[in-house]
């Protein structure tokens, strides 16, 4: 797998991010997610000009400029180092900003000549709040409202299993990240070089992780490698 940050889990209870961000109102969905894939609905929360909301935006962000909603796929990460400059991404880090929360991510190592799937988790916090972007996409009756995550430069722990990392938010920080008034591009972006992500840990999981069909309890357990 190329892509990072391209598989995450949401097995909280969606109650605990309500609480956290204050929120007060009612989240259907709130199944355990073992294996999240880019196309699916994930958790995320926004500003709204006076209070925090959360809901569900498709992960794979799709401009408003956009001619066909397949270009989703392959935005579902956009690099932290050029989201300013780029015109995809430079309208959406100064006014639509979003947290996507997750509470683990994978990713995949060369090991023994195959690609070992890890899960990678904070053994200190509950769930990471991801920096995110959105947007919304309308073609008559079509109304999709998508997401996509920022990723940096992997620190010293995320370098053994790839090169780039999704940023994570400190606590501190997110309130500032997703509060809705407009913001210099150029400004997001040196904010983003200073966060630190939280201390991390990993174990190697099944195969079965791989496939995106594949969504339960197994995609987290641990396994030996030989």
Known sequence: MKTMCGRFTFTIQPED?????HIEQELEGGSPRYNIAPGQQVLSVVHDGENNRAGY??????PVWAKDPSIGYKMINARSETAHEKPSFKRLMERK?????????????????????????????SFFSFAGLWDRWRDGDED?????????????????LHHRMPIILPE???QWWIQSETRNAKQVHDALRQFSPPE?????????????????????????VE
């Open 172 to 174: 501190e920080q997110e």
């Open 144 to 160: 999709l409202v998508t997401c996509t995550i920022l990723t940096r430069e992997a620190n010293p722990f995320m370098e053994s």
């Open 97 to 125: 900003r979003c947290i996507i929360v997750a509470d683990s991510f994978f990713e995949w190592k060369e090991e023994n000549g195959r690609k070992q799937p890890y899960r990678i988790y904070a053994p200190k916090q």
């Open 200 to 224: 991390l840990e990993a174990y190697p999981v099944h195969s079965m992780v791989n496939s995106a069909k594949n969504d339960g309890p197994g995609c987290v357990e641990k396994v030996s």
């Open 17 to 21: 991010v309500l609480t956290h961000f």
């Open 57 to 62: 935006l498709k992960w794979g962000l799709v």
